[in-house]
């Protein structure tokens, strides 16, 4: 269908269209043209990517002159791939009505292991290997040595795709991960490269969050982007993690004994380049007398990751005179790394600020702030001196290096916690010292201000006033949707007690309560009896799942479980975790039913839908707070209290209750679709808890349904599926109109939306 929305004409491709996939439309469009940022909070399962897709890509259509860019951030590469096939599907719609004036290019673009189509390379386990390996085939000093003699391996697709040159591109179209690699292999050429080439071309690219918020990767892929973007980061609830992590790094005793042997590797070859090639160290001497070593004249190959810290933070200033020579720099490094050894090797937790962390480094080690500012491109410039291929080799030292730059480039917002032990296994000495980054707005901050508008949306954005204050930016559209259905198909409760009438809950001092494991294991077994299909339970922890499992099975609750459904288990281990996944969708597809047992905040809770009867039924084993003594956690709270005036209490809980809404919306993923959610802890009764869940699951949960036993919850689940088994309205002929068709927005235009939604 095709509608106006103001001055814009919105190719949707299908038929009928959801009333808040066009509210959506209505927000996203004025922070459009008002051409700033904006947080949109859309129920899980109501096409919030298409209704993204076709009105920004119809925006950019309907304005020719102003060429806009799209970037489309997802957190896994399965999630890509899913906005891809969409955005295929509107592409063909957009062609059929009008004509080549439609067409675009778009692709996603991943790491070398998902995109690379040489087997040699790919042969290597992980992604830092595949990186190595390519870098192996094609480094230009490897080319060169390869054109004089030919029994040095090449990587061939590498020496095709250069050899096209200028005509190695891409024509309009969209492109998955898995369309790149088949083009590659027709025309022979290296798709990673060719997906880096083109992305500077493309209107529409859809990539991981680390190319836009981790400045090491944002530094090589995403500096040519052009300000005119619209940069969209979906399921976005967990972004602030994101940002930390992208800054902020951990040394343990394997990383300074890996960076002792890379140390010792390139002082080897620092020798044998002086004995055979002296000329080559004093060129990178001169180079760095003159200025940094310029990073824009690499070839694509050669580029390393970027630096560390953020882009307006690095230093534009030739390297210190005490790091320029090599041998210095590894003497420096080598005094850096048996520091930090050293401050290893403590008995209790320290605390310290990157300022007097420095300050220490100085009267310690004798390196200066500036040369460890420095560290990072230093390491950059003698790798490439080198010529060291085997980058896999090298993370320890890079890690090192890592550090150094970040500690001496912020004074605010990190600070340096060193662990001797892990305090859950205080008895396996596991030395850990930590740079952690307490705010999330200094990562995002760029990209904040690079681009002309930003689009936060997720299932989980509540509470919304939240998220500005943790990223620090103004939001021009600050908004949360709610589901309009045309039956109630989602039915929310809170349990506070079990059938004995004792409370429920994981606290602390009562998680390991038999009295409430007892009741946990009855309200399971009883649901188990009557809930047709796939159950979900999400526990809080792995630990806590592995305890109360055990306990089940000692009573014998596990058997009488079994006899209704079988169980799967989520584990650490990813292979496991995929075949249990599987198993759990046969048994759920041969009528035998089955459970999932998982954890809040691992794996399945993020990314893996439990839609139609692979989940009818979600319970939330207690609330899902974070770790509370942990120090990193601790240091963050006290930098939020300061800086943002964000209570502890308050954002314990928002985290807790994101993870929570977060867990239990996996089990609806369209409107046809029905399911149950038991929140299984008298906490959740309390109003400042429950007030913080996301207005759609809010909005279904009804004041009887708060405050549960077992026998009542169960009451409950029997009526809901009797009534969800009924025929009904699809399109909600019955006064609410929940599936609008172009007559309907036509009519609209006139009365107003919401005339029709009621």
Sequence with gaps: MKFDIEDITVYFPYDNIYPEQYSYMVELKRALDAKGHCLLEMPTGTGKTIALLSLITSYVLSKPHSPLKLLYCT???????????????????????????????????????????????????????????????????????????????????????????????????????????????????????????????ANVVVYSYQYLLDPKVAGIISKEMQKESVVVFDEAHNIDNVCIEALSVSVRRQTIEGARRNLNRMRQEIDKFKATDAGRLRAEYNRLVEGLALRGDLPATDAWLANPALPDDILKEAVPGNIRRAEHFIHVLRRLVQYLEGRLDTENVEKESPVSFVVSILNHAGIDQKALKFCYDRLHSLMMTLEITDTDEFLHIQTICDFATLVGTYARGFSIIIEPFDERMPHIPDPVLQLCCHDASLAIKPVFERFQSVVITSGTLSPIDLYPRLLNFNPVVSRSFTMSLTRDCICPMVLTRGSDQLPVSTKFDMRSDLGVVRNYGRLLLEMASVVPDGIVCFFVSYSYMDGIVNTWNENGILKEIMQHKLVFIETQDVVETTLALDNYRKACDCGRGAIFFSVARGKVAEGIDFDRHYGRLVIMFGVPFQYTLSKILLA??????????????????????????????????????????????????????????PSWILSHLHDAHLNLSTDMALHIAREFLRKMAQPYDKTGGTGRKTLLSQEDLEKMAVSGLDDMMY
Excluded at 170 to 187: F, I
Excluded at 673 to 683: S, T
Aim: proline letters at 4%; a positive charge.
């Design 75 to 201: 957190r896994t590469v399965h999630e890509m791939e899913k906005t891809l096939a969409e955005l295929r599907l509107l592409h063909d719609y957009q062609l059929r009505h009008l004509g080549p004036a439609a067409k675009i290019l778009a692709l996603g673009l991943s790491s070398r292991k998902n995109l690379c189509v040489n087997p040699r390379v790919l042969a290597a386990e992980n992604r830092d290997s595949v990186d190595a390996g390519c870098r192996k085939l094609t480094a230009s000093w490897v080319r060169a040595v390869a054109a004089e003699n030919p029994g040095v391996p090449t990587c061939e697709f590498f020496e095709q795709y250069e050899r096209a040159g200028s005509s190695a591109v891409l024509p309009p179209g969209v492109y998955t991960l898995q369309d790149l690699r088949v083009y590659g292999k027709e025309k022979g050429w290296c798709p990673y490269y060719l997906a880096r080439h083109m992305v500077q071309f």
């Design 636 to 693: 963050r709270l006290e930098y939020l209290r300061d800086t943002f005036q964000i209570k502890e209490g308050d954002f314990l809980t928002f985290d807790a209750l994101r993870q929570a809404a977060q867990c239990v919306g996996r089990v609806i993923r369209s409107k046809a679709d029905y399911g149950m959610m038991i929140f299984a802890d008298k906490r959740y009764s309390r109003h400042d808890k429950r007030s913080k869940l």
